[in-house]
């Protein structure tokens, strides 16, 4: 599943963005922007509040390198095994011009998916 940011800047009046997906399944989110006007940074807000940065220079923090990889080349992130855990709001921004916010939801498998 492929999931793109839209628009450039904070969102207008503080839409959010959705997105459900599957326990195990593959999202793939792109921060929009002008790379040259420097780093990518990816944020999280779990259902408790707690806030974690997801890259530090464009590398994966170690917490979530096992299942979440991050394509400078593209500003793609990509959580290729989807835990229920991933469920939050997700920030992106470059340098510090663009912003943009979404809210993942992360469903458990049904009994027949298994």
């Given at each position: 599943?492929?999931?793109v940011l839209p628009g450039v800047g904070?969102?207008?009046?503080?839409?959010?963005?959705?997105l459900t997906t599957t326990e195990?399944?593959?999202v793939q989110m792109w921060c929009p922007g002008n790379t040259e006007n420097g780093?990518?940074?990816?944020?999280?807000e779990?259902?408790?509040?707690?806030r974690v940065r997801l890259l530090v220079h464009g590398d994966v923090v170690p917490e979530f390198e096992d299942h979440m990889t991050f394509d400078t080349?593209?500003?793609?992130l990509t959580i290729y095994d989807s835990r229920l855990t991933d469920s939050g709001f997700?920030?992106?921004?470059?340098?510090?011009e663009s912003s943009v916010k979404l809210r993942l939801s992360v469903v458990g498998k049904s009994p027949?998916?298994?």
């Open positions: 599943m492929r999931f904070k969102p207008e009046n503080d839409s959010v963005s959705e195990g399944e593959e780093d990518v940074r990816w944020w999280r779990n259902e408790s509040g707690e080349t593209t500003s793609i997700y920030w992106c921004s470059v340098g510090f027949g998916d298994f």
